[in-house]
């Protein structure tokens, strides 16, 4: 499977942050300290809803970083400002690596396919080539999305627990004043975008994802915890003990 290396290349080889959306080497205390922050080489724009509730919607500025050929993780912030408030997380996988999931774990994750076809899916700063070469290997992949901080309910502190997000997947669905307003803050055209992208590969769905489609709908939710009994070492009775009724150990 080749989309998730081939993206990085033409990321890393061919296609620099434009200026605000990364981080160049410098001296110490500035970006060479930053670790792991140093690796972020790709800036995507889009938008994702709460799963379960489609009206929620969101524009996600995703920063991302390759963690293996099949995997990367974008840091997700409301805007592309200095003091933008990071919101949550996404992981993007290959088809291929998605395929490798159980049915349970492909319910938390989304496709790319609408996303990158309809032209909602953009990376401002990179050339149109860059991005077109881009745009064909993430159309195949999968994301799992994270909300920390529900910036529509309260922007002044981060309460509450994550909530998964997820992608959309036809028209009509997302709210189209929010895809203009994001347009004439980048200075881009997403349906131009999209009839660049008439030709990218649109293979099935991989089964098990977008499950709210379905009416599976998976969401966090806060409580108590349950009991855990401190596990034997030693001896023949080496791990923990009998749950009592009604509980379990985890």
Same mark, same amino acid.
């Given at each position: 499977m080749k989309d998730i290396p081939v993206m990085i290349?033409?990321?890393?080889?061919?296609?620099?942050p434009a200026p605000g959306h990364g981080c160049a080497p410098g001296p110490p205390g500035a970006c060479a300290a930053m670790g792991p922050l140093r690796s972020i080489h790709a800036y995507l724009s889009g938008f994702h809803f709460y799963n379960g509730a489609p009206s929620r919607q969101l524009a996600a500025h995703h920063y991302c970083a390759r963690v293996s050929p099949e995997v990367m993780q974008c840091v997700i912030y409301d805007s592309s400002d200095p003091d933008a408030r990071l919101v949550g997380i996404e992981y993007i996988v290959s088809a291929r690596l998605f395929r490798t999931f159980s049915a349970a774990e492909r319910k938390l994750w989304h496709s790319h396919r609408f996303e990158v076809t309809s032209g909602q899916l953009v990376a401002p700063g990179l050339t149109e080539a860059a991005?077109?070469?881009l745009m064909?290997?993430?159309?195949?992949?999968? &994301?799992?999305? *994270?909300?920390?901080?529900?910036?529509d309910r309260n922007g002044q502190a981060p309460l509450g627990i994550p909530q998964l997000l997820?992608?959309?997947?036809?028209?009509?669905?997302?709210?189209?004043?929010?895809?203009?307003?994001?347009?004439?803050?980048?200075?881009?055209?997403?349906a131009a975008r999209k009839a660049r992208r008439s030709d990218l590969p649109s293979g099935p769905i991989e089964p098990g994802a977008d499950a709210w489609q379905r009416g599976d709908v998976l969401q966090l939710r806060i409580g108590p915890m349950q009991e855990v009994r401190p596990a034997v070492t030693t001896g023949p009775g080496a791990g923990p003990g009998p749950a009592p009724? &009604?509980?379990? *150990?985890w």
């Open positions: 290349g033409v990321l890393l080889a061919a296609a620099a991005e077109k070469v064909k290997e993430l159309v195949l992949t999968y &994301g799992k999305t *994270w909300q920390t901080w529900h910036v997820m992608g959309f997947t036809a028209e009509g669905q997302i709210d189209p004043g929010r895809v203009a307003a994001r347009d004439r803050e980048a200075g881009l055209s997403s009724a &009604g509980r379990r *150990w």
